[in-house]
């Protein structure tokens, strides 16, 4: 007796066609219950060859595998279901980010009139000094700030808007770039500011959950390091 691999070669052992290929009302054939199986295996044994019976070994072994397609089609349903419940979590956590400050790697800020850019950046050692730069949107230094010898963790910064000229620089977005004086050398920093979030939206895939930063893009959830 041929070995049965799915509920497909179920009907097909009995010379019928798949629901679906019916063009039926219809179950689809991932759905067929153990009930049906037993129907559609006494209905086989019922019309077995006498001179070639059916061999209790391959009778069990088609319950097994039968059972184990069975059990696989509900194991990744309950996945699927088990995934849809985690995104509407992340969805909800990540909508109730709108209107907090998030801190999130990235390089750069929004100056608004009045305000200032804020930051942080983690030093995986001591540094003999840290100094952060702020550039316009056309690569012009506008601010040096030196933070002074610093131990190895987070380093928090911030700019409110001043100039080396002594002015005060125009709202709209400027580039953060902090370094870590070592000996002779100025190693470049990840740098780390805050921004307001300003909605959510979903990536490429339903699990991808982007934080929208006003005036800044976008961001995955998954980035934000602290909230605000």
Same mark, same amino acid.
């Given at each position: 007796? =041929?070995?049965?691999?799915?509920? +497909? ?14 063009? #039926?009302?219809?179950? !689809? ?6 009930? =049906? ?9 019922? +019309? ?45 956590? #990540? ?6 400050? *998030?801190? #999130? ?49 987070? *380093? ?7 100039? !080396?000229?002594? !002015? ?11 370094? #870590? ?14 921004? !307001? ?8 895939? +339903?699990?991808?959950?982007?934080? +929208? ?16």
């Amino acid at each position: 007796m =041929t070995t049965i691999q799915s509920s +497909n070669d179920a009907y097909a052992a009995l010379g019928l066609a798949p629901p679906e290929a019916q063009g #039926a009302s219809k179950q !689809d054939a991932s759905s067929l219950g153990l009930d =049906t199986f037993f129907k559609l295996m006494i209905t086989q044994l019922n +019309n077995q060859d006498p001179s070639d019976p059916v061999d209790n070994g391959e009778f069990l072994g088609q319950i097994a595998q039968f059972g184990t397609v069975s059990g696989l089609d509900q194991l990744n349903q309950q996945f699927s279901d088990l995934s849809g419940t985690l995104t509407s979590g992340q969805a909800l956590q #990540a909508g109730a980010l709108v209107g907090h400050e *998030v801190l #999130a790697p990235i390089d750069t800020g929004r100056l608004t009139t009045g305000g200032n850019i804020r930051g942080q950046v983690e030093l995986d050692a001591s540094a003999q000094d840290v100094v952060v730069s702020v550039t316009d949107q056309t690569g012009q230094l506008i601010k040096e700030m030196r933070l002074g010898p610093q131990q190895s963790g987070p *380093v928090a910064f911030s700019w409110d808007g001043s100039t !080396d000229r002594g !002015d005060y620089a125009a709202p709209g977005l400027y580039t953060v770039r902090v370094q #870590a004086q070592r000996g002779d050398s100025a190693e470049d920093q990840q740098t780390n500011l805050f921004a !307001d979030v300003e909605s959510v939206s979903l990536g490429a895939s +339903n699990t991808d959950l982007r934080l +929208n930063l006003q005036g800044l893009g976008s961001i995955a959830l998954r980035q934000v390091t602290q909230i605000h």
